[in-house]
């Protein structure tokens, strides 16, 4: 396993890709980075065969370079420089959705870190409810029973909170890894 941020790298060692996705999930790619990349964009699944048996996607039928697959533009209808501006717009969209993510990101933290911390005050109040001196004490009892209430209230208040602003980040990062 081989985590690092230098594509080039990656693209030099790596046979396949696992892709963490939210909930947990794996995703398993084989192929370098710009595989993944490319087979995440919708990209055609024969040319990312045809680059694992090591064969010139360009040459083969379907390829990058095909008549059908560039609109019937010749080898390639965009000039490197409209590439580059391509690229770059596509990697400024990803760096603003970015940006809306992470404040997401860090509240869903917040909010698992709310919940965490109630949810064990929770279970130190069942614990205290096995005490059978507690109950000859009806004011303590009354107190704890009121803030029991407010702590389950509290954790399923802040768990749709986390369930939608989850699905939130789910979505953006789905944008950030699937250009449109």
């Not at 059978?132 to 399923?156: I, N």
């Not at 944008?175 to 449109?180: D, Y």
Request: glycine fraction near 8%; hydrophobic fraction near 40%.
């Amino acid at each position: 396993v081989l985590v690092s941020h230098d594509r080039a790298f990656i693209n030099a060692v790596a046979t396949h890709v696992l892709e963490v996705l939210p909930g947990g999930r794996l995703g398993w790619f084989e192929g370098d980075y710009d595989a993944y990349l490319y087979r995440k964009s919708g990209g055609d699944p024969k040319i990312v065969e045809a680059i694992l048996r090591g064969q010139d996607p360009d040459a083969a039928p379907g390829g990058r370079n095909d008549d059908a697959a560039n609109g019937g533009g010749g080898p390639s209808s965009e000039t490197r420089d409209e590439q580059r501006a391509r690229k770059r717009a596509e990697a400024e969209a990803r760096a603003a959705v970015a940006q809306r993510v992470k404040p997401l990101q860090q509240r869903v933290a917040a909010l698992e870190a709310e919940i965490a911390n109630a949810e064990a005050r929770l279970q130190e109040i069942a614990h205290l409810h096995l005490d059978p001196t507690l109950y000859d004490d009806s004011d303590r009892v009354r107190a704890l029973s009121e803030e029991q209430g407010r702590l389950q209230r509290q954790v399923e208040e802040s768990m749709e909170k986390w369930a939608e602003l989850s699905q939130r980040v789910e979505g953006l990062l789905e944008e950030i890894a699937v250009p449109a």
